[in-house]
């Protein structure tokens, strides 16, 4: 958390039994995601309006000319990214979408399911579903798992054409970091806190892995990195701050 002095731990498993169990990850978190998705599509119904950040996520796709574009969402959450490609993709471009959450955030996002979006609680499950992959896409979700470079290299070997990485903090100083985030329930999915929601504080662990071991995967899965963007200090590290970056890269 940037303006503080972060404590590391030495295992994900430790930061997570760190964090106080009434304020991690629950019933109240993944409802109010689900509720922001429920709510943004209508809105964008009504009014088609998207913010600058939104349109980040669409250049790791835009360009793609498959007909049918099969889109693996790695920590999507509730659908967001599927939402603001169907608004701002050709008419002519027809989607295949699948998310890949955890296996609560998967139940209670069925409700948000049509005919182009699907979620599943496994990259395996999610990947069998599509055929093949145009783009994997993860955005701000590596670093909250419990290994990124485990699932990273999960994502890499889907051999999808294009990998999109984009808003994921790494350590460029050369090793692994487990801390504790904090963030406001409220800032957790798209949008404001939806009506009758209360907000409070959340927790859970993040780590940062080291930006060079991530470029050297990219790499040994024979994909080409075709630009990085340095998208600005997020988190305190031990000797300064902490950068988000964005990749896309095509296989060779």
């Not at 790695?74 to 998310?99: E, K, M, N, Q």
């Not at 504080?201 to 024979?222: G, K, M, R």
Request: proline share 5%; glycine share 8%.
């Amino acid at each position: 958390m940037r303006g503080s002095n972060p404590l590391f731990f030495d295992s994900y498993s430790q930061a997570l039994s760190s964090c106080p169990a009434e304020a991690y990850v629950g019933d109240d978190l993944v409802n109010t995601v689900i509720e922001k998705n429920r709510i943004i599509r209508q809105n964008l119904e009504v009014s088609p309006t998207l913010d600058s950040g939104a349109l980040v996520a669409l250049s790791g796709f835009a360009f793609e000319d498959s007909k049918i574009l099969k889109v693996l969402d790695f920590g999507g959450g509730g659908g967001y990214h599927h939402t603001i490609a169907r608004l701002a993709l050709p008419c002519d471009r027809s989607l295949s979408w699948t998310v890949v959450e955890t296996p609560q955030m998967t139940r209670c996002a069925k409700i948000l399911e049509d005919d182009s979006l699907r979620f599943f609680d496994n990259i395996e499950a999610a990947a069998s579903h599509l055929g093949m992959v145009d783009v994997v896409l993860t955005s701000s979700s590596l670093q909250y798992t419990s290994n990124p470079l485990e699932a990273l290299i999960g994502l890499l070997k889907l051999r999808a054409k294009r990998f999109f990485i984009t808003r994921t903090a790494f350590n460029h100083e050369g090793s692994r970091l487990i801390t504790i985030q904090r963030s406001r329930l409220s800032s957790n999915g798209p949008g404001p806190l939806p009506p009758g929601f209360h907000d409070r504080d959340v927790f859970y662990p993040i780590t940062f892995e080291p930006l060079a071991a991530v470029e050297q995967l990219i790499s040994y899965h024979d994909y080409r990195i075709r630009y990085r963007v340095t998208e600005g200090a997020t988190h305190n590290g031990v000797n300064g701050p902490i950068f988000a970056y964005s990749y896309l890269a095509e296989l060779s």
